[in-house]
């Protein structure tokens, strides 16, 4: 099947010339010295240029159309499937839009990195103006069936459309919004001071570095280091690099972002490496990415079973900020809930209603039934209905995340499919491996059990089936809220004395 | 100019992907994690590859004798000289030699390291005889007039002559060979134990930086990172790296290594940026390129002067370890002389002859007059003539560089050629600005007016001329062993009582 095998080398190549640029990236982020920054823009826009043509070469669909007609076998099938979304997303897009878009959301992650520094949205307002326009003329260069948002949400959860997450969010917010309110009138309140307290920087590297290894981060095959936004980057076969930021006075800012981006790092590391730079070897969506990293974060993380292991290696470690803390008092601060105005501080429960609000406002944006200058008093109003509190600025408000400012609308909602998606593994790993024994291999600090189920079930098969199909074959189950509902029920009720 | 416009276009778009290689090389020498060698290897060859087609293209070779016939001003002739020169060579070479010089050399530094550490000649003899047969049919394929070692020392300084650098190095011994006889037989000796004492490795660190800070080295467009074989890579403006490694009972390594490498990234931070990419933008040469590196690791940082001002504040720094030492013992310790083994560990005195010897070697190699089955007894025998000492094995003699494993036959010259350099910049650099204001400077910590110089004689220009012809526009005379020979004279009759 030549046409086949030459279309996966060119795919391949282009794929070894992008994870250049995913070193690079990574670099950007964590060492390259300040006055860098110029020449690396200059690499970073020659590496994606080339990329680009590498897999619109004409060429590429030639081979692409051959190798389909050839009988692929089914691994082949799955490859071709996700090469032809690609390519055909990519080759839809007019190069002049591209490169508009790519020159409108560089200068508005500058205009907004400012615009939220002094909470002003009329700031940002034109370049948001801006961007909702090029992604409109986007989403119609891509094409779509129904709605507009489905062209946008196919880039990062390939298949998935807004109709379906759109019901799947509605049953959601039905029962989460009366379990919040019970939470949050339940009178009780854990002290959260505990976490607040002096925990040195080196022993929370020690501390968070140990964490990491033994949920199966391998650190002969990647690296934690510092940054001012954390993230994970897999860079290829045995690479993969976590980051993470200190906070002296907070131990959950850099241990659970250790735990979360380990999640991504496991599922990175664990992907086939002869299957590198096919789909065969890439993530099956972003949705099923969150999945693993909200999996250990929170599943396993914030599990009592996963803390009658750590805390007593936490309370060596802290020894005066933790002590006369018992694990009772620790394990209610890591679990508190509390309605807040930023996402990426939100706690489990309330985070999804964080995600429903832009996932309906970025909707809205794109059919043009919400103006941009009329998201800050929408936001507002919105938020307060969901949460009962108001956002005090556009900082703490529709300005808070970076999405936007990259065009990267229709990307909200895979955080919540992750949350939904970890639960619906974690409850079916449980049925699996049997969910008493699962406790005692955390409570004995041990995580191989799990980490091979969810390698076998998920990271080695890459985009052999999209996410949804994914689910259906692990769970037996469409993906379903009740789930993470059940979890949520499960943890919190007893926590905050809430009858089942 | 439009065929000149297009050339440069094309040029510097092959050399910001290049250095998208050089953040790889860079990351992979100090922090990539063990298992990502064999993706990296597959990123260097592919970045190595695309840069080859880029410059390779039969269009530059269109577009450069078009813009050769436009009537090119200086600069741009300047710039067209050497793409000629880098593209003749380039084409010159047939693919199959370039990928299989690429592959032998590539597994013969795996085998030179083993053969190294086994002091086992035998097992990397088969390999030392593919690279020179392989070299030979380099130099065969690019063409010489006299010797065909010229073709290969075209590589690293462009224009220079086997014949020319014979002729310097023969002077330079009848010199240099009577000098070290008379400061061997001197009878006198420093007191070497005192570098050989703890010194903490963050102390290290810290007195390193600032040094380096001191000098010119520039943190805001740099870094400095730990390795096992120290280096410095020039990224692109604004970005360039230096490394080391501690010794905890050992001054030199790092604080020489520091300024060593600190003199080269001097000169990177200093190329012109609007030029990057282009010849003008370029090092003018290896040769001179390890004149900076040498001028800051010895005219200036083995110097009495500097040593007034940075001794107290290594007597700081180092309280315990320094206690009782004087300046006078310290400069003798850092200044000793000795027959050695290890050329990256010779002195300033003995280096050449180490350097001499390779070039001997390196140009009978390629002639076929040395066998490499005799490059052991060879190599023994001229040494026991050149030092008084015979190596106890060939890990200490003809095994200790890498050089010839990974094919630079033709590199080690420059070496000496920086050391002669330095010299004669340094000499000419007291005359333009008065030496003992330049010692008054040092005294202070100052290095500002020293580097201003160098920027504007040596780093503003790139490759505008070649290194001969830039060292007689700044010194106005071609190049002499004199001012090393006079400099070394200077600096080791008084330590070693040798009358003038």
Redesign the interface.
Known sequence: MPAYDDLIRRWK?AA??S???S??GW?ERT??????????A??MA??AK?CHQMTTDPKVGQLLAQAEKAKPDEMQAANLREIRRSYDRAVKLPSDLVEEIARVTTQAQQVWTDARANSDFAKFRPWLEKIVALKRREAEAVGFKKHPYDALLDEFEPGATTEEIRSLFADLAKDLTPLVAAILSSGKKPNREILHREFPVPSQEFFGRMAADKIGF??????L?VTTHPFCSG?????C?ITTRYNPKHFNESFFGVLHESGHAIYEQNLPAEH?GTPLGTAASLGIHESQSRLWENQVGRSRPFWEHFFPLAANTFPQTLAGVSLDDFMFAINDVQASFIRVEADEATYNLHIILRFEMEQALLTGDLKVADVPAVWNERFGKLFGITPPNDAQGCLQDIHWSFGGLGYFPTYTLGNLYAAQFMEQARKDLSGSQLDADFRAGKFERLKKWLNEKIHHLGQHYRAKVLCERITGKTLSHRPFVEYLKAKFGPLFGIPA
């Open positions: 190549e070894i010339l994870s250049c640029g070193v690079l670099d060492y390259m010295p300040r006055n860098g920054s110029a020449h690396r200059e690499q020659l590496i080339m391998d650190f002969q095959a990647g690296r280091d860079i290829g076969p045995g690479d690099r590198f």
